[in-house]
C-alpha cells in the first residue's frame, strides 16, 4: 500500500505522521519505505538521529514519483511518502503514486480552506484515476474542545471521509522530533495508542 501525507498548508502534520505510520507498519512486521518528497527534508532529518534502522528513509523531491514509484515501491510491503508544503507539481506526481491520500489539517477554520485546495488536487488526480482514495486526519486536537466537533461539521462539505482516530496535542510527539525516536518507544502512552488505532482505521479502509 503507497500511503501519502499531503496538504499545501505548511505545518499541520504531514511529517510527524508519515514517520509514525512508517515506524508502527515497521513494528507489525511490514518492510516499509520512508519516501521524504519535502524539499526540506525532515523525515530525512529525524532518520539522521535515528538508531535504529527498522526502516527505509530516502530522499526524493521530484515531480516523477509517479513515474519511479513502482521500481522504487518493489521491494516493500508498504511505502509512506512525507510531501511538501505548497510545491504543486510535486504534489500532483505525489498523488498520481499513491494508492491513498491522507490530508492532516488541525482543527482550525484556516485549515478546513487549506484542505479544500489539497482536495481540489486529489480531485483533479482521480480523473486521470478514479482508485487513488483519499481522506482527511484531525490532528493536534485539544480534547474536550467545541472547536475539534465544528471543525468535523465544516470539513463534511469536502465530501471526503474524515478519519475517526483523531491525532491530540502532546507534548511527546514535539519531543520525538528532534531525537530520531517515536512516540511508540514508549509502549501503552496515549500518543502510542493514538498512533495504533490512527494504522489500524488506515488499514481498515475499504
Ligand atoms: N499531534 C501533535 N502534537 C504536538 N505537536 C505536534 C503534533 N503534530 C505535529 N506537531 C509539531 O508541529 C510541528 C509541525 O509538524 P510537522 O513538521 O509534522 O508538519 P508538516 O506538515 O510536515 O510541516 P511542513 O509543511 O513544514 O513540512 C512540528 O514541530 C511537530 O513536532
Ligand atoms: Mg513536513
Known amino acids: 500500500m503507497i500511503y501519502a501525507f499531503l496538504n499545501q498548508k505548511g505545518g499541520v502534520g504531514k511529517t510527524t505522521l508519515s514517520i509514525h505510520t512508517a515506524a508502527e507498519l515497521s513494528n507489525r512486521g511490514r518492510r516499509v519505505l520512508l519516501i521524504d518528497a519535502d524539499p526540506q527534508g525532515s523525515s530525512l532529518g529525524w532518520s539522521n538521529h535515528r538508531e535504529t534502522a527498522d526502516f527505509t528513509v530516502v530522499g526524493m523531491a521530484k515531480a516523477t514519483i509517479h513515474k519511479e514509484i513502482e521500481s522504487l515501491a518493489r521491494d516493500y510491503d508498504d511505502v509512506v511518502i512525507d510531501g511538501p508544503p505548497r510545491v504543486t507539481e510535486l504534489a500532483r506526481s ?11 489539517l488541525q482543527p482550525s477554520p484556516m485549515d478546513v480552506w487549506a484542505a479544500a485546495e489539497t482536495v481540489d488536487l486529489v480531485r483533479e488526480a482521480q480523473m486521470f484515476n478514479p482508485e487513488i482514495k483519499c481522506c482527511l486526519a484531525l490532528n493536534r486536537k485539544i480534547a474536550n474542545t467545541a472547536i475539534g466537533r465544528d471543525v468535523r461539521e465544516a470539513l463534511k462539505e469536502l465530501d471526503v471521509p474524515i478519519l475517526k482516530s483523531d491525532i491530540g496535542q502532546r507534548v511527546a510527539f514535539a519531543e520525538s522530533a528532534a531525537s530520531g525516536t517515536t512516540v511508540l518507544d514508549q509502549k501503552r502512552s496515549k500518543a502510542a495508542n493514538e498512533i495504533k488505532r490512527f494504522v ?5 479502509l475499504p
Open 200 to 204: 489500524d482505521e488506515l488499514r481498515r
Open 94 to 104: 505525489i498523488i498520481l503514486a499513491a494508492d491513498i491520500v491522507i490530508i492532516p
